[in-house]
């Protein structure tokens, strides 16, 4: 006031009694929204607020979390104030550009943006934890049976959708790690454990409503006839129930096994997994195990079209030369050959197998470990895929986000025949956690639509390897369904040599761009891809892009 004259207005409605970085956050906020450097601008305020009011370490520390805090509140506002006045253009006119830097923000490492940050403001940068010294402990504890990947390892640090972060402040485009199926730590399957966690977790031996209601939902995407449901806690521990299901019903013990299948780490899911038996450290195969030659018609027995039928045929005169005592209680192959590398089998090779063992009186088991939950994008499980309904369907990895959840689902006769007066028991198969993670997990896929983004990225992404095969003959074929793909690299088109080394050296090489895929097959030749769902086609081009320089460079 100048006497009896109001000289200014002071507006107090977006004021708050808060910390005072959360001033500093909100101005370096609306200011990066659609900057291509949004952490190099973002230091510059940084540095110039640090000179006026100093900022405590923790402050800065804490300053990358709270500027994407202010993106979510303002995505949240705008779209809350649309639906007070839908008219009002001006109440939303940052929504687009906050969820761009919402997902720009993903893209850049946590300690990245710290770093910058703590630099701008004289403080020194945090040390990051020796790697080799790190893995000269894992190797004094940890048997060096458990591998590692690339030539250089990756210190992780943490993680989020589809990216990664190391401890060094590098980010990685996740396109291999088909375990956090929805994304990594996605918070709606986070925040369904940790309430859960919080009220209650036992046993099945009680009841409690989490139980009963995950087991329809799952049931849900099932055929009327595959209608109960054993939950255990990996997918290995669901391979080796789904056997004793097959022989306890069956009353036989031989099994038919798919060429380079792998159904698990237990002793039966090793002794019927010919990638595993056959291979390195292996010790041969079983008497009671019967090896189908796997229906690869691009580098296998038979090729092209038709050769799926020359593969059932062949295995048609294996199957009569068996003894009666040697009729099959089970066969069990996933619907897409992963450890094979990728191997797609061929139109009504399933059907045609799942017929003879079926007509011999045996049961058909469908590993979905690493195909269901809507990866293969065209159908929710992959055994849709070949208009085949098995009698057992094994589950684990993506179920559960990460979480280990496992889970065989079967029909009710081989359910009754299973009753035999032993209890089944799993101490955590089932548990309320387990349950509210994978109801949240279904949740995402449900109402992210990630099962058609898993079709769309998919076959993008496909096409787009395709096209550099054009010009660069060292990929021999795309395959693949979905997001579970694998691109075959070779020598030689006419010999289909195989170029092992030079898988190794590309993974090795996009490793280093910021990328992680891995290899697999029978030579180690085959790219493999099983990213988190929500991929994006951005990603892919990404993908695409890298991929391309590394095979100009190699």
């Not at 996605?186 to 995950?214: C, F, S, W």
């Not at 994978?438 to 998919?458: F, P, W």
Request: aromatic share 8%.
């Amino acid at each position: 006031m100048e006497g009896n004259k109001i000289s200014g207005l002071i507006d107090f409605g977006d004021m708050v009694y808060s910390q005072t970085v959360n001033e500093l956050a909100i101005a370096a906020t609306y200011a990066i929204l659609d900057q291509q450097d949004p952490v190099g601008i973002a230091k510059k305020i940084v540095e110039g607020y640090h000179h006026v009011l100093p900022l405590t370490e923790d402050e800065v520390d804490t300053l990358y979390y709270l500027i994407a805090a202010r993106l979510c509140i303002s995505v949240c506002m705008s779209a809350h104030a649309k639906t007070i006045d839908p008219t009002n253009a001006y109440i939303s006119v940052s929504e687009a550009p906050a969820w761009r830097m919402l997902h720009r923000l993903l893209e850049i490492n946590p300690l990245s943006a710290s770093t910058a940050f703590r630099e701008a403001c004289g403080f020194s940068k945090k040390s990051s934890p020796d790697l080799w010294e790190t893995i000269q402990k894992r190797k004094s504890n940890l048997s060096t049976a458990l591998s590692l990947s690339y030539d250089e390892p990756i210190y992780m640090h943490r993680a989020a959708f589809q990216y990664m972060y190391d401890t060094s402040g590098k980010t990685y485009l996740d396109a291999y790690n088909n375990i956090p199926h929805v994304g990594h730590s996605h918070p709606h399957v986070v925040n369904g454990g940790i309430k859960q966690m919080a009220r209650l977790n036992t046993n099945t031996r009680y009841i409690y409503d989490e139980l009963g209601e995950y087991a329809e939902r799952i049931l849900s995407k099932f055929p009327a006839s595959l209608n109960k449901i054993f939950f255990v806690n990996s997918g290995s521990a669901a391979t080796d129930l789904a056997i004793r299901l097959a022989r306890t019903k069956t009353k036989r013990k031989d099994l038919l096994v798919m060429e380079h299948g792998y159904h698990g780490n237990t002793q039966t899911g090793i002794e019927i997994s010919s990638y595993k038996f056959q291979g390195k450290g292996g010790g041969g195969k079983p008497d009671y195990v019967h090896v189908a030659l796997i229906p690869d018609t691009y580098r296998g027995k038979f090729k092209g079209e038709g050769a799926g039928d020359l593969y059932v045929s062949e295995l048609t005169l294996s199957l009569e030369s068996l003894t009666d005592k040697q009729h099959l209680g089970a066969f069990i192959a996933e619907p897409i050959i992963g450890c094979g590398g990728q191997v797609v089998i061929p139109p009504q090779y399933l059907k045609k197998v799942y017929s003879l063992i079926k007509g011999q009186g045996g049961l058909c088991i469908s590993d979905e470990v690493q195909t269901g939950f809507g990866r293969v994008g065209a159908a929710f499980w992959g055994y849709e895929l070949h208009d085949v309904t098995p009698d057992i369907v094994i589950l684990g990895k993506p179920m559960g986000n990460a979480h280990p959840i496992g889970a065989v689902v079967t029909t009710s006769e081989i359910a009754e025949a299973f009753d035999t007066g032993m209890e089944f028991f799993s101490s955590f198969g089932g548990n309320p956690v387990s349950c509210a993670i994978g109801l949240a997990v279904l949740d995402v896929i449900e109402k992210e639509n990630l099962q058609q983004n898993a079709l769309t990225v998919g076959n993008y992404l496909m096409e787009g390897f395709r096209n550099l095969s054009q010009q660069n003959p060292i990929i021999g074929d795309v395959r693949g369904s979905g997001l579970f793909i694998g691109v075959e690299l070779i020598r030689n088109p006419q010999t289909l040599e195989p170029a092992t080394k030079e898988a190794k050296t590309i993974i090795n090489k996009m490793k280093e761009r910021g990328i992680l895929m891995s290899t697999d097959g029978p030579f180690n030749n085959v790219i493999k891809m099983k990213p988190p769902l929500c991929l994006t086609t951005n990603n892919a081009d990404v993908i695409l892009t890298n991929f391309e320089q590394v095979l100009e460079h190699l």
